[in-house]
């Protein structure tokens, strides 16, 4: 069965400090990965997504995550959080199926 | 446009009653799935409709648990004889096409659910 794994629960960052939120799945197959983010008070909604092509996704605010098919790994890393960036974000894996599966969560606050 | 839109969003219920809850997708998504976030933990995926295949069920934690979805539109998740641990935050999400290949799901708002 597919699981993901997502090391850091909670992480707290002072601004312009460097971000990497690590994630791990596992599932043999074909898979579409996916970091969405819910900012407080509002949806869920996708950060960025890779499911062919380079391995390196750029997504929205300057977030961008590296797929390693050899690490079954899927980082999200910023160079420099804002405080905007106070979050929780969730890494989630699906097949060709549709249907996530999703990490615990990471909240994310970022200090001013 | 319209996103995906969710009611009630909230709701508090005693034990042992039924509840309904509402996912109104967006027009012409003919995908819509049912997740569940319990406190503290991560989604957990409930139910998947695809246009007219028959759903996929196999996250749904009980017979409790049913959904139903008209069409391409509306549709509601009910619990019937409501537990304690039921209690979560039920979010609904659509897609284009829900074949997967990375699309894009579009979350509502999600309806808190409290069992007393």
């Known amino acids: 069965a597919q699981s993901v794994s997502q090391h850091n629960h909670h992480v707290i960052l002072s601004e312009a400090a460097s971000l990497e939120l690590g994630c791990n799945y596992s599932?043999?197959?074909?898979?579409?990965l996916f970091w969405y983010v819910q900012y407080p008070g509002q949806h869920l909604q996708l950060l960025l997504k890779?499911?062919?092509?380079?391995?390196l996704v750029k997504g929205i605010k300057g977030f961008e995550a590296e797929f390693i098919k050899s690490k079954f790994s899927f980082n999200l890393r910023k160079p420099s959080v804002q405080w905007s960036d106070t979050a929780e974000y969730f890494c989630?894996?699906?097949?060709?199926?549709?249907?996530?599966?999703f990490g615990q969560g990471t909240t994310l606050q970022v200090k001013p | 446009g319209a996103g995906v839109s969710q009611s009630p969003s909230n709701k508090v219920t005693e034990k042992g009653k039924d509840v309904e809850l509402r996912c109104d997708p967006i027009s012409g998504h003919t995908a819509l799935y049912w997740y569940r976030q319990r406190l503290g933990q991560g989604l957990e995926f409930l139910i998947y409709?695809?246009?007219?295949?028959?759903?996929?069920k196999s996250g749904l934690p009980s017979d409790r648990f049913s959904a139903e979805r008209t069409g391409e539109s509306v549709s509601t998740l009910t619990i019937q004889r409501t537990q304690q641990e039921d209690s979560a935050v039920y979010l609904c999400?659509?897609?284009?096409?829900?074949?997967?290949?990375?699309?894009?799901?579009?979350f509502g708002p999600g309806t808190r659910l409290l069992v007393l």
């Open positions: 999400a659509s897609s284009l096409q829900g074949t997967g290949r990375g699309e894009t799901q579009y």
């Open positions: 989630a894996v699906s097949s060709n199926t549709g249907k996530l599966i």
């Open positions: 890779y499911f062919s092509g380079d391995p």
């Open positions: 409709f695809q246009g007219n295949s028959a759903p996929d």
């Open positions: 599932y043999g197959g074909t898979v579409n």
